[in-house]
C-alpha cells in the first residue's frame, strides 16, 4: 500500500503564491501516476494535474501558465507550486497516486486546505 500526506496550505492574498507538498511512504516503486485534485464544500471534485513516472505532465485549463507540478523522486516527493492564485482557487487540495502494477490501486492523501481572501 502507499501512504500520502499533504502540506503547505494556508491562507493567501489573491495574485500570492503557495507551493504545496505530498510525501510518499510504502510501495511507491509501483506508482504509475500522481495527481492533484481540489474540492470546494458543495462542488465536485476537480483534477488539477498529473505527473507520470517519466515526467509528462499534463494540467486542468483553469490553472495552465499559473501551477506548476514537480516530483523529486530521490525524496520520494511531489510538488504542486500555485503562483497568481484567484478566491476560485480556494478548497481543499488532496494528492493522489494510481498504481498500475499487480495489484492496481488508488491512494489518497487526508487534504490541505488552501484559502485565498484578501
Known amino acids: 500500500q502507499v501512504q500520502l500526506v499533504e502540506s503547505g496550505g494556508g491562507l493567501v492574498q489573491p495574485g500570492g503564491s503557495l507551493r504545496l507538498s505530498c510525501a510518499a511512504s510504502?510501495?511507491?516503486?509501483?506508482?504509475?501516476?500522481m495527481g492533484w485534485y481540489r474540492r470546494d464544500p458543495g462542488k465536485q471534485r476537480e483534477l488539477v494535474a498529473t505527473?507520470?513516472?517519466?515526467?509528462?505532465?499534463t494540467y486542468a485549463d483553469s490553472v495552465k501558465g499559473r501551477f506548476t507540478i514537480s516530483r523529486d523522486s530521490a525524496k520520494n516527493l511531489l510538488y504542486l507550486q500555485m503562483n497568481s492564485l484567484k478566491p476560485e482557487d480556494t478548497a481543499v487540495y488532496y494528492c493522489?497516486?494510481?498504481?498500475?502494477?499487480?495489484?492496481?490501486?488508488?491512494?489518497w492523501g487526508q487534504g490541505t486546505q488552501v484559502t485565498v481572501s484578501s
Open positions: 493522489n497516486a494510481e498504481v498500475r502494477s499487480t495489484p492496481r490501486g488508488n491512494y
Open positions: 505527473i507520470t513516472n517519466v515526467g509528462s505532465t
Open positions: 510504502g510501495s511507491i516503486f509501483g506508482i504509475y501516476v
